[in-house]
Nanobody, 114 residues
Framework: QVQLVESGGGLVQPGGSLRLSCAASGFIFSIATMGWYRQAPEKQRELVATIAVGSSTNYADSVKGRFTISRDNAKNTVDLQMNNLKPEDTAVYYC????????WGQGTQVTVSS
């Protein structure tokens, strides 16, 4: 069965960095567009970044220049490096896989606070 397991969340001060990782299994990772989404309290889930099969990337305007998404097709992982974090980045971050079928991980909490 498809599994997406996120890790790396936590509490960080404004201006700090975190690296999220998503370990994928149960499908052919190399054919999937992988993405990170987030959902803050009382807000809708929103796109953070995606990385396609050919490694082309797409970012939300709010994170451009601060976040970097990457994938390792040999290890079946997709990472999100987050720098210069802001309080408004506080949310549950979800890993997503899409290849015509769409799957979500359970999410990892990121809290940016002093």
């Amino acid at each position: 069965q498809v599994q997406l397991v996120e890790s790396g969340g936590g509490l960080v001060q404004p201006g700090g960095s975190l690296r999220l990782s998503c370990a994928a299994s149960g499908f052919i990772f190399s054919i999937a567009t992988m993405g990170w989404y987030r959902q803050a309290p009382e807000k809708q889930r929103e796109l953070v970044a995606t990385i396609a099969v050919g490694s082309s990337t797409n970012y939300a305007d709010s994170v451009k220049g601060r976040f970097t998404i990457s994938r390792d097709n040999a290890k079946n992982t997709v990472d999100l490096q987050m720098n210069n974090l802001k309080p408004e980045d506080t949310a549950v971050y979800y890993c997503n896989a899409d290849w015509g079928r769409n799957f979500w991980g359970q999410g990892t909490q990121v809290t940016v606070s002093s």
